[in-house]
């Protein structure tokens, strides 16, 4: 089983690469949290995506010291893979999205995998329920997502992004990308595509980029890429192939299941730098409750 990371942000709104800063006692990262995980629960494999700009200084921190416990593979994040006559505008500094993040790990990935954000803390509980479902039967569009409780994902510091879920029968039928917030003790979250704010019940599953896919979403990716250049011809300075956004087109065209699983996990991150010595708190607190060794690698 693999375990893909999306390691190529820069944390704008933290003001630094995230993925770099110490959190553990022993100056781990919060990406060496979730390797460490998926290990405990059977992934093999991890492949990261990064800035080609960042391998060195990536392989030096993160690789080198995971490299004996796991295997590891490093995928550069470039707009590649576009369709014929396709160009992007010189002054556009961004890659596209996840969604071609993903679409980036083609030649790479040829088993089902589990796909997160390297700035994100998720919890063993969130690999364990991944794996059972690769280990379980499914065909090719048989997709899942973990789905959160939204209680369990806020920042005190705050607004975050989520992706809000709708679903029947535990499948997923909807993903609204929303900025959530408390507010007057309630969760509210605001759409970003304009639609009206709804409060949001904190047991209620949202969408942390934690995706299970099987070698079929290459496939799909790359017939929605095209269509999304089409769409955004005039837009291309700006617009993101967004990695939620294929998965809710997939879901809406019936093309794929999405099945939610639910976890316990609690969400810990470092969205705002307020948030840091919060999260390292908790990552202490874990540790001392045994649920984490003091060094993660030795």
Request: overall charge negative; charged content about 30%.
């Given at each position: 089983?693999?375990?893909?990371?999306?390691?190529?942000?820069?944390?704008?709104r933290?003001g630094?690469?995230?993925?770099?800063?110490?959190?553990?006692?022993?100056?781990?990262?919060?990406?060496?949290?979730?390797?460490?995980?998926?290990?405990?629960?059977?992934?093999d494999?991890?492949?990261?995506i990064?800035k080609?700009?960042?391998?060195?200084l990536?392989?030096?921190?993160?690789?080198?010291?995971?490299e004996?416990?796991?295997?590891?593979?490093?995928?550069?994040?470039?707009?590649?893979?576009?369709?014929?006559?396709?160009?992007?505008?010189?002054?556009?500094?961004?890659?596209?999205?996840?969604?071609?993040?993903?679409?980036?790990?083609?030649?790479?990935?040829?088993?089902?995998?589990l796909?997160?954000?390297?700035?994100?803390f998720?919890?063993?509980?969130?690999?364990?329920?991944?794996?059972?479902?690769?280990?379980?039967?499914?065909?090719?569009?048989?997709?899942?997502?973990?789905?959160?409780m939204?209680?369990n994902?806020?920042?005190?510091?705050?607004?975050?992004?989520?992706?809000?879920?709708?679903?029947?029968g535990g499948?997923?039928?909807?993903i609204?990308?929303?900025?959530?917030e408390?507010?007057?003790?309630?969760?509210?979250?605001r759409?970003?595509?304009?639609?009206?704010?709804?409060?949001?019940?904190?047991?209620?599953?949202?969408?942390m980029?934690?995706?299970?896919?099987?070698?079929?979403i290459?496939?799909?990716?790359?017939?929605?890429?095209?269509?999304?250049?089409?769409?955004?011809?005039?837009?291309?300075?700006?617009?993101?192939?967004l990695?939620?956004?294929?998965?809710?087109?997939?879901?809406?065209?019936g093309?794929?299941?999405?099945?939610i699983?639910?976890t316990?996990?609690?969400?810990?991150?470092?969205t705002?730098?307020?948030?840091?010595?919060?999260?390292?708190?908790?990552?202490?607190?874990?540790?001392?409750?045994?649920?984490y060794?003091?060094?993660?690698?030795?």
């Open positions: 089983m693999t375990l893909v990371i999306m390691a190529a942000g820069m944390g704008s933290f630094g690469l995230k993925q770099i800063e110490p959190v553990g006692r022993a100056g781990e990262f919060i990406l060496d949290y979730s390797v460490y995980d998926a290990l405990r629960a059977g992934f494999k991890v492949v990261f990064i080609e700009e960042n391998y060195e990536f392989r030096d921190t993160v690789g080198k010291r995971i004996n416990k796991i295997e590891a593979r490093y995928v550069f994040q470039k707009n590649i893979n576009l369709p014929a006559g396709v160009v992007i505008p010189e002054d556009r500094k961004s890659p596209l999205g996840t969604g071609l993040a993903i679409l980036c790990c083609k030649d790479t990935v040829k088993e089902d995998f796909v997160l954000n390297a700035d994100d998720y919890g063993f509980d969130a690999f364990r329920v991944a794996a059972d479902f690769i280990r379980g039967a499914k065909k090719e569009n048989d997709f899942a997502m973990v789905g959160y939204t209680g994902t806020m920042s005190e510091n705050g607004s975050v992004k989520r992706g809000v879920c709708e679903s029947e499948y997923l039928t909807d609204i990308e929303s900025s959530i408390l507010a007057g003790g309630k969760i509210i979250a759409p970003l595509n304009g639609d009206a704010e709804m409060e949001v019940p904190a047991s209620s599953p949202v969408s980029n934690m995706f299970v896919f099987t070698p079929k290459f496939d799909f990716l790359e017939k929605l890429l095209a269509e999304f250049f089409e769409e955004n011809a005039d837009n291309l300075a700006k617009a993101e192939f990695l939620p956004e294929a998965v809710r087109g997939l879901v809406k065209a093309e794929a299941r999405v099945k699983l639910p316990t996990a609690k969400w810990y991150g470092i705002y730098r307020e948030d840091k010595e919060a999260f390292i708190a908790e990552i202490n607190k874990l540790i001392d409750s045994g649920a060794p003091e060094e993660l690698w030795n």
